[in-house]
Every structure is written in C-alpha cells, then in structure tokens.
C-alpha cells in the first residue's frame, strides 16, 4: 500500500493537474503506475519505450482507480517483478535511501532542511545580482554611473531573457500535458463508444464507416483484445477446454523429453524431432521482446509464452513451432487472457497469408511478394526501379515483417496499431504497412545501395512515430488501376500455375 | 542499423575496396548473430532471433589492401532453410557455425557443408568451420579435434570462437578475408561478387550509401 502510495503520488507530484482530474482511463492511469514502478525498480532497463508501450497492454487493473489499492494485491501485475516480492524490495531500498538521505542532511545542516534543491535555485540568480550591483572593491576605481547603469540594464536584460525562455518552456510543457490530455480523453471517449456502442451491436456495426474510422485511429488499450479476439473470429471453432488438453498433451512431451535428453543425450534424435520437442520454444522465450522482462524466465507471463506456443505445436503439429510465433503469441498474451490469446492465436495463424508463412511454402510466399510488388511499383514507382536495379527482391525485408506481423520491426504501440488495423482489412494490410514504411523513408531509400537498404529495412530506425507511418500508409493506394489486392492475387495465382512448368523446383521446402 | 559500418576504416583507400559477400550459415541459437555482432560492434548481448536474413558491412584492412565484407546472417531455424538456400547464391565465403556444446549443430554444419558443395565449385567460395561457444566448456560435445578433422578432410578454414568472451571471432573473419585476397590475387580479380546485385558503380555507391547513413 505504501508503495503503490508512493509510486502514485510522485506520479500526481509532477503532474498535479492531470492527477486531480479524474476523467484519465482508468487503464492508462494503472499502466502509468506499472511504469514508475518499474522504473523504481529497474532504473537502468526503463527505455521510453516502455512507457508507450504499457499503454497498449491489456488491464493490468481492471478496476477503478479508486480501488486501486484493492487491486494492486491481487493483481497478476505484482508478478511483474519476478520472484523476488517486489513491495518489500521497493519498500526497502526507499526506506534505506530516505535513511540514507536524512542522515546525510542531519549532518551537514540542521533541521529547517525542506526542498532545499528548489531554494538553492532561488538564491543563484539572487548571488549574481549581488556581484553585479555592488561597488567595486575599494582599492579599485569605482564604477562610473554609465557603467553602473550599463550593468544594470545588462543584467535586467539577462534577467528578462531567462525570464521569458523560462515561460516559453513553462508554456511548451503546458501545450504537451495539453496534448497528452487530449490524447487521454480521446481513448477515454472512443472507448465509451466501443464499450456502449460498437460491442453490443458487434456484427451490424463491424462494417459500417464511422466504426471503420473510429478503428483507424486505433483502438483504445482496454478493448483492444476483445475487438482483436471478434475481428479474428473463431472459425476452428476451440474452446478454452480444448486449450487445457492441448495443454496438458505439450505438458506431457516436456516432461518425456526432458527425461529421455537427460538419458541418452539426443543421439539419434532428428534435428526435426529436436524442434518438435519444444527446446527451441524454450530457447525463443527469453528472447521475445526481452527489453519488457516479462516473458523471461521468473517473469510473470513466461509460463503463459510457454504454454501457448506448445500447445499450439500439439494442436497443429502439421505447422509446430516456427520462429516468429513466439512474437505474435506474446502481443496476443499482453492484449487477452490465456485461452482466448491460444484461441486468436491459431486462428491468426490459420488465415491463409499466415499459413502459407509459416508452413514457409515458398511458392505461396513468392506469389504473396509478388502481389506484393504490383501495388509496390504502381505506389512507389521510383523506389522500386531503384530497387530492381539492385535486385533486391521483397523477401529481403518482407520475411521478417509478416512473420511477426510487425512485432519485432516495429515499436510495440505502433505494431498494436498496425494489428488493429490488419484485424479489420485482413492480409492486405500487412503488405499494404510494409509500403507505407517504403514510403515513409523512400527518400533515404533511393539514396543507398543493396546492402544499406537490406540493413535499413530489416532494422528500421526506432524514432518511427504512429502518426508520420499511418500517414504515410494512408497515401498507400492499395486498388491497382482496377483490381483490388485480392484479385491481383487470384492473377497472380493463375499466372505461376500457368507458367509452373518453367520454374524451380528448388525453391520449394 | 545502417550505421553498422567498420571503425577500422583503411586509410590506403586510394583504390576501391574488394567487396566480398559472407554468409553465415548453421542452427538456431549456435551464435551466427552474435558472432557478426561481435566482430562489428565489440559487443555481446540477446540477440533476437533472426527471421529470414540480417544484414551488416565490416571494413577490414589486410596487409594493406581495404576489403568490405558484406555479412549475411540467416535464419537458423530449420524450417527457414528454403528461404537461407536463397541468400547463399553468389556468396564469396560461408561461415558454417557450429555449438560446441551441441552435438546436432555440428551435425547441421555438416549438412550445409554438403549443399555448399552442390551448389559451388570448391574453388568458388571460401568456407570456414567456426565451433562457437568455447565459454561452455564444460558441457562440451563436439571435440576440437572433431572439428578441426571434418575441416582438414573437407579443406576448409576452421577456428572454436566464443563470441562472449571474444575469442578468435575477429581471427576467424580475418583469416575468410585472408583468403579471400590470396584468391583474389591468384585470380587477378575474378572472384569479387558476382551476384547480380552489386555491379560496377561499387565505389560510387559505397560512397553515397556512407553519406546517407544515419
């Protein structure tokens, strides 16, 4: 309790007038109070990422903010800290710094001690007026009156300067708390309307132009995984019961393999067969999105990572486990509860541009970059001349994209945003993402060679913002001349069946 | 990021650096990434798992002549190995990486081995066995003398790294751009890059592709 009082009035302290206005969603207020938690506790590992990021996860707090303190003692967010119970540990190191601190004050001056930092503020300027204003040293000339005036004036000028420079920053930190507020109530209205509006009436309303443009701008954090879970649909018809049997077949295995590896030591065992048992899963774990240190061993959703992604290789042994599902489960278990996460999870993975990803049919894959290519050249025609000159084909840096639907390439809360909008337009979406992102850095682009490029786009720059990507994604035509994605893909289709016979066998699995 | 370029920038640039394609081939999780990340940066950390390919350049000098190696670092995963039989078309050299600590990986190494083979002209391409991992000793698989064997018999380089303790991996890379020079001489320039994506404007785009970094 102490802690989370502690956590949130720092919280209130540096931003007094959003603290006292209590219309802030409820979600963003508990992500906020994760985030400077965490950042008590993990001082070195707090990117400013995160604190987007948290935005987009699912409550970690359902309720309000007045039973916060409830809340927070039940809340599976407290495992957030790993083993280690994290309220005495943030209890403890606070006590001893405050320890610490009065020690330090006690001994170097005596009580009236208060906000001293803020009063030695107060008295720098007052030293320097001080040095300016007085008289010279009297084994020194004196000050003439110009120059005494001059002085003056001087330093009323300096004085007006800081002055004004200090109420155009005081007013930019206005204008972004303005902004933020605004940002605030937005998500709080849009999810007023997705709550009372578009969720009850779900079918007659997926379709029609206010929600598709309400959608656009992105879901708000708190309904996104209900609306990500109906957009998906679930048409392999599973339940949360055959969840738990997947689950505890997986189990099974785990628990036979790691008895036979400790016996006889793989020998004999296939490289297929090794991958199948889930050692590779175990290994990509910790290596799913590791800067948020929840899905890493000890975290609080490891477990969950794990028990989703191996019971989906029992479930679909045809497909198992493919690196890069590992990413899409994670963005799934921040947004839903397990056995719904497991539920979008494979019937994401069962539309078919996903399936034929990770099935990694390759000739799938070639038809979906070569679709791909047709709104590429007919948007971007100079970047892709360029890149045609260099051969750079859109595997190169679409492999890595539709694989994790964004997840690993892109800054969480944009990726969530690119997943909103790919759960209401489908497949096409994806690529349709992939040319915006051309497009937002074509400049730069039509400046590099192959081997710049392919590093470029399979590491793109971090500063990406959501309004510059979507605005760019906007301009993206995705209706060539008169056909549709879909349709250029049905041609496409048709064309490599037709011209089957000319080409490599090789390049199937 | 793009800015991945080599601090060991060769000062005698007066003509225009070989460029060499490397491609880094071997199971998931044996350290590919890891050993370009520490041959680039001098750095060791999680790396991610590599979907389909990544990409770096490394400028290096030897005995006076300025090369660029230009770093394919492909997907270890099994299943991806239709999508990394693409990305060693026109490679210079391969770095085939084993774990030292997993007997399957060295099995795996082998295998790439085979479709090098099948797929180039020994005199082609400049392969080296790296068996990474040497810091995990004491759940050692794969002999030195296993290796270095399989390497003798097959004449390809070979070294043990660890690309956590920085051990031999800038060596290793050294020694593929060694013998990619001694090749290169032999041949009077035959061997640089022939996959259609690098062309005659080399050092006109090396150039540009500086500049526009960042």
Redesign the interface.
């Known amino acids: 309790e102490a802690l989370c009082y502690i956590a949130y009035s720092a919280r209130l302290g540096s931003q007094k007038d959003l603290g006292s206005n209590p219309p802030i969603d409820t979600n963003f207020v508990s992500s906020s109070l994760i985030l400077s938690m965490l950042q008590a506790t993990f001082p070195l590992f707090i990117k400013k990422k995160i604190h987007v990021t948290f935005l987009c996860f699912r409550n970690f707090f359902p309720k309000r903010t007045k039973e916060l303190k409830s809340a927070v003692h039940s809340a599976p967010g407290w495992k957030l800290f790993g083993k280690v119970p994290p309220r005495e540990n943030l209890q403890k190191a606070s006590k001893i710094i405050q320890q610490e601190y009065e020690a330090r004050i006690g001994r170097t001056c005596k009580p009236p001690l208060p906000s001293t930092r803020r009063k030695n503020f107060e008295f720098e300027p007052l030293s320097t007026t001080a040095l300016i204003l007085e008289d010279r040293p009297s084994n020194l000339p004196a000050k003439s009156v110009e120059e005494a005036l001059r002085h003056r004036q001087e330093y009323d000028e300096m004085v007006a300067e800081a002055k004004k420079r200090e109420i155009k920053e005081a007013h930019k930190r206005k204008q972004i708390m303005k902004e933020r507020f605004k940002q605030e109530e937005n998500i709080a209205s849009a999810m007023v309307i997705w709550v009372n509006e578009i969720l009850p009436n779900w079918e007659g309303m997926r379709g029609t132009r206010r929600v598709r443009e309400l959608w656009w701008q992105g879901l708000p954090p708190s309904v996104r995984g209900k609306v990500w879970s109906l957009a998906v649909g679930n048409e392999l018809n599973i339940t949360p019961e055959l969840y738990e049997i997947f689950l505890s077949r997986a189990k099974e295995r785990w628990k036979s393999f790691s008895e036979t590896s400790t016996e006889n030591?793989?020998?004999g065992?296939s490289?297929?067969d090794?991958?199948a048992s889930l050692e590779?899963i175990k290994?990509?774990i910790?290596?799913?999105f590791?800067s948020l240190y929840i899905f890493q061993k000890g975290g609080p959703y490891h477990d969950v990572l794990h028990s989703i992604l191996g019971a989906y290789t029992c479930y679909r042994p045809d497909v198992?486990y493919?690196?890069?599902m590992?990413f899409i489960a994670a963005v799934l278990i921040l947004n839903l509860e397990e056995a719904d996460a497991f539920i979008a999870f494979a019937n994401l993975l069962n539309k078919p541009c996903q399936l034929a990803f990770f099935r990694?049919d390759?000739s799938m894959m070639l038809k979906y970059f070569a679709t791909f290519e047709v709104f590429f050249e007919e948007n971007l025609s100079k970047l892709f001349l360029h890149f045609k000159s260099?051969?750079?084909t859109p595997?190169?840096?679409l492999?890595?994209w539709i694989?994790?639907l964004y997840s690993?390439s892109l800054p969480l809360d944009l990726a969530c945003r690119v997943w909103d909008v790919f759960c209401r337009d489908g497949e096409e979406f994806l690529f349709r993402t992939g040319l915006g992102i051309l497009r937002l850095y074509e400049d730069?682009l039509l400046?590099?060679?192959?081997?710049?490029i392919?590093?470029?786009l399979?590491?793109l720059?971090e500063d990406i913002t959501s309004e510059k990507l979507f605005s760019c994604i906007a301009a993206i035509q995705m209706q060539n001349s008169t056909k549709k994605w879909t349709q250029v893909f049905a041609s496409v289709m048709k064309d490599i069946k037709e011209g089957d016979k000319n080409h490599s066998p090789?390049?199937?699995? | 990021m793009a800015q991945m370029e080599g601090n060991t920038q060769p000062e005698s640039a007066s003509q225009q650096p070989y460029v060499f394609k490397v491609v880094l081939l071997g199971s998931s999780s044996v350290g590919k990434s890891s050993l370009a990340f520490r041959l680039i940066k001098n750095d060791f950390k999680e790396i991610l798992p590599t979907l389909g390919c990544a990409f770096f350049t490394q400028m290096m000098e030897i005995d006076g002549s300025a090369l660029k190696l230009e770093i394919w670092d492909t997907a270890g995963q099994e299943k991806y190995h239709s999508v990394c039989h693409l990305y060693f078309r026109g490679a210079n050299a391969a770095v085939l990486v084993y774990d030292i600590a997993d007997k399957d990986s060295f099995r795996r190494a082998q295998n790439w081995w085979k479709e090098l083979e099948n797929e180039f002209q020994p005199e082609e391409i400049v392969v080296i066995l790296v068996g990474n991992k040497t810091d995990l000793e004491a759940s050692r698989e794969v002999t030195l003398e296993e290796g270095k064997a399989f390497a003798e018999s097959k004449k390809l380089l070979f070294m043990e790294t660890s690309a956590k303790l920085n051990y031999q991996v800038t060596e290793a890379f050294i020694a593929v751009a060694r013998e990619l020079l001694r090749r290169e001489e032999e041949n009077g320039g035959q061997s640089q890059q022939r996959s259609p994506s690098v062309d005659l404007k080399e050092t006109a785009r090396a150039r540009k592709g500086k500049c526009c970094q960042d």
């Open positions: 030591d793989v020998e065992v490289v297929a090794r991958e590779l290994l990509d910790s290596r799913t590791p198992g493919v690196q890069g590992s990694v390759h260099y051969s750079l595997d190169i840096y492999i890595d694989f994790t690993k730069i400046q590099m060679d192959f081997i710049h392919a590093q470029f399979t590491k720059p090789a390049l199937k699995s």
